[in-house]
């Protein structure tokens, strides 16, 4: 199993950050899999961000809730996270990972700034 992210290095404060994590290996479809974001902002620990399992159920931080949205396509096996309203405490690398199994992406970092 792979995962990888991708998506804008660099997000202007206010704007929405979106990031891709592409899955090989299995489809994100597979139930008693679910497939998470995290991040980690320089200097501090990881961040539970949200997940959505095989079925399409999401779940989400409640510290986060009210700004992010975590959708798949299926098709491309792939899953999204939107983060509405950035700010500066928003940057962070960004991981995607597959649990219960514990795979990670490489994380990608992001930047808020105008």
């Known amino acids: 199993v792979q995962l990888q992210e991708s998506g804008p290095g660099l997000v202007a404060p206010s704007q929405t950050l979106s990031l891709t994590c592409t899955v090989s290996?299995?489809?994100?479809?597979?139930?008693?899999?679910?497939w998470s974001w995290v991040r980690q902002p320089p200097g501090k620990g990881l961040e539970w961000i949200g997940n959505?399992?095989?079925?399409?159920?999401?779940a989400h931080s409640p510290s986060l809730k009210s700004r992010t949205s975590i959708s798949r396509d299926t098709s491309q096996n792939q899953f999204t996270l939107q983060l509405s309203s950035v700010t500066p405490e928003d940057a962070a690398v960004y991981y995607c990972?597959?649990?219960?199994?514990?795979?990670w992406g490489q994380g990608t970092q992001v930047t808020v700034s105008s």
């Open positions: 990972s597959a649990m219960p199994y514990d795979y």
């Open positions: 290996g299995i489809p994100i479809t597979t139930s008693s899999w679910w």
């Open positions: 959505i399992d095989g079925s399409g159920s999401t």
